[in-house]
C-alpha cells in the first residue's frame, strides 16, 4: 500500500472510533487481526477485536478521541490519541463511578491489503485504574 492509503485507513479508523461504530472499525481490520493492548490481552482475529472496543464504548460512552497525525512508515502507522470520557457504563466487570478520565494511548498498526492486521495498543492501564476509582495511588 502506498503511504497515501494507508493515510486514508487511518482516517477511517479514526472516523469509525470518534463516531463508536463497531461495524465501521470491525470492517477495517482482517479477519485474522491480531491486537495486543494491556486491557484485552493478546487476541486473534475480528472477535477478540470487537469485545473490547464495545466494552469500552459502553462503559465510555461519550468518550472523546483528540487524534494526533499518523505517523507512517511503509506498511506501518503509529497513531495517538488522548481520550476524555466518563465512566457511566460497567467496565471490566466494575459498576460506573461517574468519575471523569482522561488518558493517552499509541496504537501501532500493521497494515496489509487494505486492511490492519496486526493492533498493538500502550498505555497506563494502572494510571487508568486509578482515575476509575479502582486502585488508590499515593500523592508525590
Not at 498493538?120 to 508525590?140: C, E, H, N, S, W
Request: net charge negative; aromatic share 10%; with cysteine.
Amino acid at each position: 500500500m502506498t503511504r497515501e492509503e494507508v493515510l486514508a485507513l487511518c482516517r477511517q479508523w479514526q472516523d469509525a472510533q470518534e463516531r463508536h461504530d463497531i461495524d465501521a472499525l470491525a470492517a477495517l481490520y482482517s479477519p485474522t487481526v491480531e491486537i495486543d493492548s494491556p486491557w484485552a490481552g493478546h487476541g486473534t482475529g475480528r472477535e477478540d477485536l470487537i469485545k473490547p472496543f464495545e466494552g469500552f464504548f459502553r462503559a465510555f460512552p461519550d468518550a472523546v478521541f483528540t487524534f494526533e497525525p499518523p505517523l507512517v512508515d511503509g506498511h506501518r502507522a503509529t497513531v495517538s490519541v488522548e481520550i476524555a470520557a466518563k465512566h457511566v457504563g460497567t467496565f471490566m466487570g466494575l459498576p460506573p463511578t461517574g468519575k471523569s478520565i482522561n488518558f493517552r494511548i499509541v496504537f501501532l498498526l500493521e497494515v496489509q491489503d487494505g486492511h490492519i492486521v496486526r493492533d498493538r495498543r500502550i498505555y497506563d492501564f494502572t494510571g487508568l485504574m486509578v482515575q476509575v476509582g479502582v486502585l488508590k495511588a499515593k500523592p508525590v
